[in-house]
């Protein structure tokens, strides 16, 4: 069984257009992330939401807005999209009392 | 200073060698630690936690230096199956559960 699932696992888009990237947990963990790791590797935090509720919201530009419709799902809608959001976003989850976060496969998103 | 610093490396080392990462981290208050290990195009786990002086794991030990705010990550016997990208990863002190991620070294193991 897949823990932490996230579709597409590509995305190839042009500048401009509207995308969204979606992401499950079965693992029945409270918190999720969304994370951007560009091509240098650094893997940076975007986005954190706790059962639902937004805690970490870190200096993104607002052309991205996550959405988590129950603590199972916490989708990634960006807008208006440009070459620089061209990078692997991955999904973790994190269970209570816990440092360990699991990731989900990572979407590999391409903007030309 | 970064919060987590890194060596990007790449270490080339031959199978069987010892090889050693070093992580410099600039909050004096943090208390744990973390590795986590990142294959080529593949999502990052967890390799190993470190909560006191250190850890060790089979072939893989993990070491902390309070002092000079460091910690090491040592793996002895390398294997073709190590090549992979070491994260040392430390909790963000303001709490959220936050983890900040050092940009990583790399490691490749040949034969």
């Known amino acids: 069984d897949t823990a932490v699932s996230q579709t597409p696992k590509y995305l190839v888009t042009q500048m401009g257009n509207d995308k969204s990237i979606k992401c499950e947990q079965n693992?029945?963990?409270?918190?999720m992330y969304w994370y951007k790791q560009d091509s240098k590797k650094f893997l940076k935090i975007m986005f954190s939401?706790?059962?639902?509720?937004?805690?970490i919201n870190e200096t993104v530009p607002n052309r991205f807005s996550p959405k988590s419709p129950d603590k199972a799902h916490l989708n990634l809608h960006i807008n208006s999209l440009e070459l620089g959001d061209s990078a692997v976003y991955f999904c973790?989850?994190?269970?209570?009392?816990?440092?360990?976060?699991?990731f989900g496969p990572g979407t590999r998103l391409t903007v030309t | 200073r970064k919060e987590v610093e890194q060596d990007p490396g790449p270490f080339n080392v031959p199978e069987g060698a010892t090889v050693a990462f070093n992580c410099t981290y600039s909050n004096s208050a943090s208390q744990s630690f973390f590795w986590y290990r990142q294959d080529c195009r593949k999502e990052p786990k967890l390799l190993m936690s470190v909560y006191s002086s250190g850890n060790e794991d089979g072939r893989f030990t993990a070491q902390l230096n309070r002092a000079s705010q460091y910690i090491s990550l040592l793996i002895r016997d390398s294997k073709l199956s190590d090549s992979a990208t070491y994260l040392c990863v430390v909790p963000f002190s303001g709490g959220y559960n936050k983890l900040i991620f050092g940009a990583g070294t790399r490691l490749a193991v040949h034969p």
């Open positions: 973790a989850s994190l269970a209570e009392g816990s440092y360990e976060q699991y």
């Open positions: 693992l029945g963990h409270d918190t």
């Open positions: 939401y706790n059962n639902k509720e937004l805690i």
